[in-house]
């Protein structure tokens, strides 16, 4: 399955590398690429999109706290 999720807020390249490879990492997750241009991840996974979701949110608040999570 994919989701496309939008980082609202995102103005850090660093930043989003991290959050990039984090999601990469989870587990259930089959790729993930975050475009900085454009603030879109996409992200190919096996996992229920709201438990998804949730995993996502926790590595940005680690990164970036005042990002916000869009689904799109």
Do not use: Y
Not at 24 to 30: F, K, M, S, T
Not at 36 to 56: C, R
């Amino acid at each position: 399955m994919k989701s496309v999720f939008k980082l609202d807020g995102l103005n850090c390249a660093h930043c989003a590398q991290k959050i990039e490879n984090g999601v990469a990492e989870l587990a259930g997750v089959d790729s993930a690429s975050l475009n900085f241009i454009t603030l879109k991840l996409a992200v190919e996974h096996s996992l229920d999109s709201d438990a998804l979701e949730a995993q996502i949110k926790k590595i940005i608040k680690k990164h970036e706290p005042k990002v916000k999570l869009i689904r799109q």
